[in-house]
């Protein structure tokens, strides 16, 4: 067993405190604003990012009902399928991944690398895919797997949001004035809104289209109803939608780098620095307000692009 969950199964597999980067060239200062970066992508070179936090209450779940199986959910390049798989395998348990599409041949390196974390892949159509939720469904993949702990796709529902509140307990974050991140599933920011001190602004920047309800569909999923108005969401910047990308991103990821040396992902992350600098430019924020970035890691995904577009 991976001496991550040797000694406690719910220890948490990092050394801190992680660091908090600050971004000091011009463009990220001129308008006054101080902006930090939170770099959870250094947490593991597998379980990275947010990744472990929307996973541990599943996880400690699952030892403690004494599940002997995780199945979840996810695409050729998940993040989270990956993720799960050594998580998985860390703390004892098997794995099973239900995968969106064909199977493709050769696998993707994600693919390959949950493989060789002991994950079962079971490949459905796109369209079988869009009833992961249904409750007949998660019933047939129950009578295959009786006494699995199933965890939604991306780590989504209470027990991530549950986790993902306690990423504001890596560091102090009183003086942030904003906090900002991906949204994919939502997870993340909705346990940054719960886990947040009174009076700051999350800011999410969701990476597929159509989102524009996002805050009034999962309202539900505040601990303090009152926080909504002080939840935020700027759309404009999905780049063509969910894993899509413009030569325009990939060419300010790289900047990004040679500037800061921090590597960023062309699906989530890359999204997130490039509407934060562009929306200083905007004068978005008053002057003397603090910002914290929060990178979810998934750098795994760059791997889908071709050799040579990224400086990293």
């Known amino acids: 067993m991976d001496n991550l969950f040797m000694d406690n199964p719910m220890k948490i597999p990092y050394d801190r405190p992680l660091p908090v980067d600050t971004l000091r060239s011009a463009a990220w200062t001129s308008q006054g604003v101080q902006v930090d970066v939170l770099r959870l992508d250094t947490i593991h070179p ?15 779940q699952a030892l403690h009902d004494r599940k002997e199986r ?108 904003h906090i900002l991140c991906a949204i994919g599933t939502g997870a993340t920011y909705w346990g940054l809104a719960n886990g947040a001190a009174p009076g700051q602004q999350i800011i999410g920047i969701p990476v597929l289209k159509g989102m524009d309800g996002f805050l009034q569909q999962g309202r539900e ?22 894993a899509r990308r413009t030569e325009e991103l990939l060419a300010f990821m790289n900047e990004l780098y040679r500037e800061t040396g921090i590597p960023s992902d062309f699906v989530y992350t890359g999204k997130l620095f490039y509407a934060a600098r562009d929306l200083l430019s905007k004068s978005y924020f008053p002057p003397g307000s603090q910002l914290l970035l929060i990178h979810s890691g998934g750098l795994q995904g760059n791997r889908s692009l071709p050799a040579g577009i990224l400086d990293f």
Request: net charge neutral; aromatic share 12%.
């Open 70 to 177: 995780i199945v979840t959910f996810g695409g050729a390049w998940s993040n989270h399928i990956v993720a799960t798989a050594y998580a998985a395998r860390a703390a004892g348990l098997r794995s099973a991944g239900i995968i969106r599409g064909e199977r493709a041949d050769p696998l993707s390196d994600t693919l390959e690398a949950a493989l060789d974390y002991g994950m079962q892949l079971e490949f459905i159509s796109r369209a079988a895919y869009k009833n992961r939720a249904e409750a007949s469904f998660l019933a047939e993949l129950s009578s295959r797997w009786p006494g699995a702990c199933f965890i939604p796709e991306g780590g989504a529902g209470r027990s991530g949001i549950t986790g993902s509140a306690t990423i504001l307990e890596e560091l102090d974050p009183t003086p942030y004035s």
């Open 46 to 60: 597998v379980i990275s990012g947010n990744k472990w936090f929307k996973l541990k209450e599943y996880l400690r």
């Open 221 to 242: 999923w505040l601990q303090d109803p009152s926080r909504l108005s002080f939840c935020h969401i700027e759309p404009a910047y999905h780049f063509g939608g969910y």
